[in-house]
């Protein structure tokens, strides 16, 4: 009788062979040069290749190559050896498990089941020597794992050979396998598929080296850890210590402190289980700290960037930033329509100009440039930038839900969302008390104790704006952009009255030029073909979402890992406590090393008047916060929104032209309710490229309205997050197919860069 491996078979010829296999079931068909079994759906049943005569498999073996199991609960795959339906041997995968069986005077037992791994287990194999019985699995059909061994369960010397699929278990979509080379030795790729795993490891290899190569900073911090050793006491008074343990003056406790630095100083996961939180019952959890430890597989590793350092805690820099943000706790409810007529608006210019010049704003400061950012756009048009005021045209939805831009709703496909939301109460801030705000420092969960207003309205002023900042995940405004930019039908981006396009097929806004299939007209526009998956919509909802994560792992190594910097919150803790001192006649509070310009403006110039009788401020020296539990807890430094919002601004700027004219500026009215039109003498010089600067600022400043940030983390923070996303896009860069295709953007620095082939080269204008 012949041997079981002499039973060859590789099914390139796409027919039966009917003199070697007998096929049970009308579902298994040999096709493009492999079986395949599709079982019907709801019924039991065998469906195998079976040989047409029995085999000797003593001193033999015979072997199928698994291209593709069923994953269908109660379906097996495998391979087996059979005298009759009660002696059998059998190699199968089943419910996620590779599990070697037998079948003796018809009892069935399992001999071992291991997890199925579709690489490791791709073959599978029964063989017999020497009267020991062989299970074999393999992923490349040349080295094989003994998955069972045992003397012969059955006389394998006349057995049918068999393989194919078993639906044990009556289900509606039983799946699909795939089976290939029986007993056949030769078991390499195709010459396509193995080029195609080849370059595919290649690109992977060449992207590494483009990482590996780039520069990759060394990190320093302000040494505030250090630079105060005579204020016994206040050692650490400058560092970030929420919900970590502190004494009666808001000052963190040395040992819980230290307690933080061993952990992030041996990264070891057991040593971040024992750091000391405050002693609130169950205090608030520290964010993430572990999260700048982790390793990308594509774009800049988490610690490749570094930030300079903060500030210092005693700095003049860091006493004007801070009077900064007095004044906009102070202007939380004006609306920016009525800065210039405002008089605690007026008392903000004039003490950013003259007592806090250093704040790290525009000077002079106006009362249209108050509180804005200073990249390029920034200060072109209204305060809001029109991605957070503007919906879609879009002649589906109905009037005053969609159809006009003004309506305030951007079209997600057939849905919307609303660009009004609710707001925070007017008038009411937190953490006044210096009771309150001690309990906090210590833990003290807060969360959910805010309360809102009951009608909707667009951002109006900077509370709006920091009701947007309390609850998103970064990534909403910046997706909302996109869909903007790719849905916005031609016409005058106002009204469905002024339309001349088709929502997502001739739409207002263009691709960047180095899109190989947009903008039309231009050299690269394909006569044939549209983009999708690469430089397509989803492509640029695919890159926001992969640049997001890897821009916060990289700034929360600059939080944890690096700088350590306190949150305004805390500043303000010992601003308190040092005007306290000073008012009490040295008998309460504390001295810090603060630059003296801060106190003095407090207690002498025009901050005086927010802590006065009649002035908004009159619980304390605090810092009022707009969120109930104040900051979150990791270090303020760098931002987390401002960073997010550089990356994701970059992404957004490398897919779209930032030349495209902005038409029909709008701003929300005084009360929120509507937007009205903005005459200003810049609406003409409003561009696509300077509104998406725009809300990367509004989303980062909005936090320090908020109270919870520092202008610098801002300034630092956006290009940080930027030099991310470029690294993304030039490791992406490696891998399109498409001739001459570029991504091609503006820094904020105003440097225009192209992005193509793994290289990033400046573009001279």
């Not at 691709?511 to 640029?540: E, I, V």
Request: proline residues 6%.
């Amino acid at each position: 009788m012949a041997k079981a491996h002499t039973l060859v078979d590789n099914f390139n010829d796409d027919t039966t062979d009917t003199a070697l296999w007998t096929v049970a079931g009308t579902v298994a068909t040999e096709t493009n040069g492999r079986v395949q079994i599709r079982p019907p759906g709801n019924q039991a049943g065998y469906y195998t290749y079976a040989s047409s005569v029995t085999y000797d498999l003593t001193e033999s073996q015979m072997r199928v190559e698994i291209v593709t199991a069923s994953t269908s609960p109660g379906v097996a795959t495998g391979l087996a050896a059979s005298i009759t339906g009660n002696d059998y041997i059998l190699i199968w995968v089943k419910d996620g498990y590779v599990e070697s069986m037998q079948g003796v005077g018809g009892v069935s037992s399992i001999l071992r089941r291991v997890p199925y791994d579709p690489a490791a287990h791709r073959w599978l194999r029964l063989s017999e020597w020497t009267g020991t019985t062989f299970w074999e699995v393999s992923a490349d059909g040349s080295t094989w794992t003994v998955l069972h061994q045992a003397p012969d369960p059955i006389p394998l010397t006349s057995v049918l050979l068999e393989f194919g699929v078993r639906v044990t278990t009556v289900v509606t979509a039983p799946g699909f396998a795939a089976f290939d080379n029986f007993n056949v030795q030769n078991t390499s790729l195709s010459r396509r598929v193995e080029e195609r795993r080849l370059s595919a490891r290649d690109v992977r290899v060449q992207a590494a080296q483009v990482a590996a190569e780039r520069r990759h900073d060394e990190h320093v911090n302000n040494n505030d850890e250090t630079n105060y050793p005579t204020w016994t006491g206040r050692e650490l008074a400058g560092m970030y210590s929420k919900s970590l343990r502190h004494d009666d003056f808001g000052d963190p406790e040395p040992v819980s402190y230290a307690s933080l630095l061993r952990a992030l100083e041996s990264r070891d996961p057991h040593d971040f289980e024992e750091i000391i939180l405050g002693p609130a019952g169950a205090p608030v959890k520290l964010t993430n700290p572990q999260s700048g430890l982790a390793f990308d597989i594509e774009g800049p590793d988490a610690q490749e960037r570094t930030l300079p350092p903060a500030p210092r805690f005693d700095s003049e820099v860091a006493a004007h930033e801070m009077g900064e943000l007095y004044w906009m706790a102070a202007l939380r409810d004006v609306p920016f329509l009525d800065y210039d007529t405002d008089s605690l608006a007026a008392g903000a210019v004039a003490s950013l100009n003259t007592e806090l010049p250093r704040f790290g704003g525009t000077v002079p400061v106006t009362d249209d440039n108050l509180f804005r950012g200073i990249y390029p756009g920034e200060q072109v048009g209204p305060y809001v930038s029109q991605f957070l005021l503007k919906g879609n045209v879009d002649p589906r939805k109905p009037g005053g839900q969609g159809l006009n831009a003004t309506d305030g709703f951007i079209s997600y496909g057939s849905r919307n969302i609303d660009q009004r939301l609710f707001s925070a109460t007017p008038g009411v801030d937190y953490l006044t008390d210096f009771p309150t705000w001690l309990d906090v420092q210590n833990g003290q969960d807060t969360r959910g104790t805010g309360t809102f207003e009951s009608t909707k309205r667009f951002i109006y002023n900077l509370r709006a704006g920091a009701t947007f900042v309390h609850f998103d995940q970064v990534l909403d405004a910046f997706y909302n952009a996109a869909w903007i930019l790719m849905s916005e039908p031609e016409g005058n981006q106002l009204t469905n009255a002024g339309r001349t396009g088709i929502p997502q097929v001739r739409v207002e806004f263009p691709k960047n030029d180095g899109n190989p299939y947009d903008p039309p007209g231009t050299a690269l526009d394909s006569r044939t073909q549209a983009g999708f998956n690469t430089f397509g919509p989803t492509h640029l909802l695919q890159a926001l979402a992969e640049v997001m994560g890897r821009a916060l792992r990289a700034v929360w190594w600059q939080k944890w890992g690096v700088h350590r910097r306190l949150r305004p919150e805390e500043y303000g803790g010992r601003v308190h406590n040092q005007v306290l001192y000073n008012t009490s006649g040295f008998t309460e509070g504390r001295t810090y090393p603060l630059h003296v310009s801060l106190i003095d403006s407090i207690q002498n110039g025009e901050l005086l008047q927010l802590f006065s009788p009649g002035g908004p401020f009159t619980d304390s020296w605090l810092l009022p916060q707009a969120y109930p539990e104040g900051a979150p807890t990791h270090p303020a430094y760098g931002a987390g929104h401002a960073t997010g919002s550089g990356a994701l601004v970059t992404i957004l700027k490398a897919f779209f032209s930032e030349d495209t004219p902005i038409e029909n500026p709008v701003q929300a009215s005084a009360d929120g309710l509507s937007l009205v039109a903005y005459a200003g003498a810049d609406a003409g010089q409003m561009t696509v490229g300077g509104e998406l600067n725009k809300l990367a600022g509004n989303i980062s400043l909005f936090r320090n309205a908020a109270g919870v940030h520092w202008r610098s983390d801002y300034t630092e923070s956006l290009p940080f997050g930027e030099s991310i996303a470029i690294g993304l896009l030039q490791e992406m860069s490696l891998g399109f197919n498409e001739d001459d295709a570029f991504f091609e953007l503006t820094r904020f620095d105003g440097q225009k860069i192209r992005i193509f082939d793994g290289k990033v080269v400046p573009v001279v204008v």
